[in-house]
């Protein structure tokens, strides 16, 4: 039997993680600074060479041989092209002035993004919600960038490239369409939508990422008694950025009005009962298979700014189909 306290050892634990996880930021960063700088030279001696196309092939095939003879692997022509290319992606004022936060892998990734202004979203969002290279790859695949870009103007879309994603209102918060592929659903089965609530709960960590910042989870199925009759509401959710709730409802078909005019009496049973004087509106969110846009503006009042219906997917598009489905939100 051990003599330790367990909460002491659990504490001396933690120190060593935390000291570990910050000596290997500070390696990854320094690493990183350091192959930005090797890219800076690279381009200069270039630069300087008479015949430079001839010129830059050979210096990097003989400056890999020179340093991984002196430093062992990782200096490939291919990485060395990677140093090369990050330099050339990130060499302007405004990049220089600041650290490079995120690891190398996720900047091999975002060199690789060539509209400037879905590189510096993407690089932002994903340093302030600590994305893995996997969850980069994956906002990117599922176009976050122009799902949040469709309902802003040109000065807003600016705004994503120089701050990401801010959340001041309810309109910054919603997409359409959502992504859901991680729930593993192929596009054409056949499934309920308990079926779809059970998968998001099951991968409820990525459901919260798709839905965005400020999620948390308060309730599925949630149940409202009003005059001794009955309901359930899907899925319930909270926006600390916007203190507000939100509350979810599936539908795995066409979206009728029925299911609007079911949305509203739950966002008005939440404002009346649930919500705090201290809280914002209630936010309803229908997420349905299909949806006439039509139907939707003449059953929702002109000022609404609580009920909202998106398309979701179950397969990631392609991206001749994820053109489509943008061109139809717009």
Not at 138 to 154: I, P
Not at 209 to 215: A, P, Y
Request: overall charge negative; aromatic content about 12%; glycine content about 4%.
């Amino acid at each position: 039997m051990s003599l330790i306290n367990n909460s002491f050892y659990q504490d001396i634990k933690e120190l060593l993680h935390s000291a570990k996880s910050r000596v290997y930021q500070t390696i990854n960063a320094t690493m990183t600074q350091t192959y930005y700088e090797i890219g800076k030279r690279i381009v200069e001696e270039e630069q300087g060479g008479e015949i430079r196309a001839e010129y830059g092939k050979s210096l990097l095939k003989l400056l890999s041989i020179e340093l991984s003879n002196e430093f062992g692997k990782g200096f490939s022509v291919d990485n060395l092209e990677n140093m090369r290319r990050f330099y050339l992606t990130f060499s302007n004022s405004e990049t220089l002035s600041r650290k490079f936060e995120l690891s190398w892998s996720h900047y091999i990734f975002l060199t690789r993004i060539e509209n400037a202004d879905e590189r510096n979203f993407y690089e932002i969002e994903a340093i302030e919600n600590s994305w893995s290279l996997r969850e980069l790859k994956r906002q990117f695949d599922t176009g976050l960038f122009e799902r949040l870009s469709l309902s802003k103007d040109k000065s807003k879309v600016k705004e994503l490239a120089i701050q990401g994603q801010i959340v001041q209102s309810v309109d910054d918060m919603i997409k359409d369409p959502y992504i859901l592929e991680f729930v593993g659903l192929p596009e054409l089965s056949n499934y309920s939508e308990s079926d779809l609530e059970q998968k998001l709960i099951d991968k409820l960590e990525h459901f919260l990422l798709e839905l965005g910042k400020g999620f948390t989870f308060v309730a599925r199925q949630k149940r409202l008694t009003i005059d001794e009759k009955h309901f359930k509401v899907d899925l319930v959710f909270y926006n600390r950025l916007l203190k507000s709730f939100v509350i979810i409802d599936l539908k795995i078909g066409e979206l009728k009005h029925q299911d609007i005019g079911q949305m509203i009496m739950y966002v008005n049973y939440f404002d009346r009962y649930e919500k705090t004087e201290e809280e914002n509106p209630t936010v309803g969110i229908i997420l349905c298979k299909d949806k006439s846009k039509t139907l939707v503006e003449l059953t929702l009042p002109k000022d609404n700014n609580q009920i909202y219906a998106s398309k979701y997917l179950t397969v990631l598009p392609n991206k001749e189909e994820f053109r489509k489905l943008l061109e139809e939100g717009e």
